[in-house]
């Protein structure tokens, strides 16, 4: 067998298990730096670099430049998103609500996550990119399940996707992101639901009857 060289050993270190160990120390980086209170503007590439342990090369062979990484980072806090059993579209509906309202839960909890978003949304270029990486294919995913919801008639079909995920979606994120001080009970989720679906008219008394015409 032949024996193994010096290259044969530089070819092991770039091997994935050891780059997957550098981004790895590089995303826990960033992320050691904001939870001691960094705010984004500060977070150089030479101060992730020299927290990581690595050089600042090795940085950028993997990310173009630091608001790419910090993407990355947002991707890397945020819970995995929800598994779909796909038995139905209110059921799946209900799941994902319930994801909106614990990373509420999460943030109002969290004074790191709490900062992180408030910075991320002063900095354009970097909400735009957590929008389009994060942020819309989790709505893409919403809209596919109510899609799926109207062509199996649980649904109206007369409604365009958008409105419905507007209706459903909607009452949590006002809740999660704009009244930061609403409530976000257990059974939200299920009220939301419930309330769209049933409407907004008042219920008839109960056992009331009309009036007989004389």
Do not use: C
Not at 15 to 23: D, Q, T, Y
Not at 92 to 116: M, P
Not at 191 to 212: C, E, K, N, S, W
């Amino acid at each position: 067998m032949r024996e193994r060289d010096h290259g044969d050993e530089k070819e092991h270190r770039r091997g994935r298990p050891r780059s997957e160990a550098v981004e790895r120390a590089i995303l826990e980086a960033v992320v050691a730096l904001l939870e001691d209170g960094v705010p984004l503007g500060a977070l150089s590439i030479e101060r992730i670099a020299r927290t990581a342990g690595v050089g600042k090369a090795t940085i950028y062979r993997r990310w173009p430049g630091a608001e790419e990484l910090f993407v990355d980072v947002l991707r890397e806090i945020e819970p995995p998103e929800p598994e779909l059993p796909g038995r139905s579209a209110l059921e799946d509906l209900r799941i994902l609500l319930e994801s909106l309202r614990r990373r509420g839960l999460a943030q109002r909890n969290s004074a790191f996550l709490h900062n992180v978003t408030v910075e991320m949304k002063s900095r354009p270029k970097l909400w735009q990119e957590y929008h389009r990486t994060v942020i819309d294919p989790r709505r893409a995913t919403t809209l596919a399940v109510i899609r799926r919801g109207i062509t199996d008639g649980e649904f109206r079909d007369d409604l365009g996707p958008e409105l419905i995920s507007d209706l459903l979606i909607g009452p949590m994120l006002m809740r999660t992101l704009h009244r930061t001080g609403a409530p976000l009970e257990e059974d939200l989720p299920d009220q939301i639901i419930r309330t769209v679906l049933q409407g907004l008219a008042p219920r008839a008394a109960a056992g009331a009857q009309d009036t007989p015409a004389t």
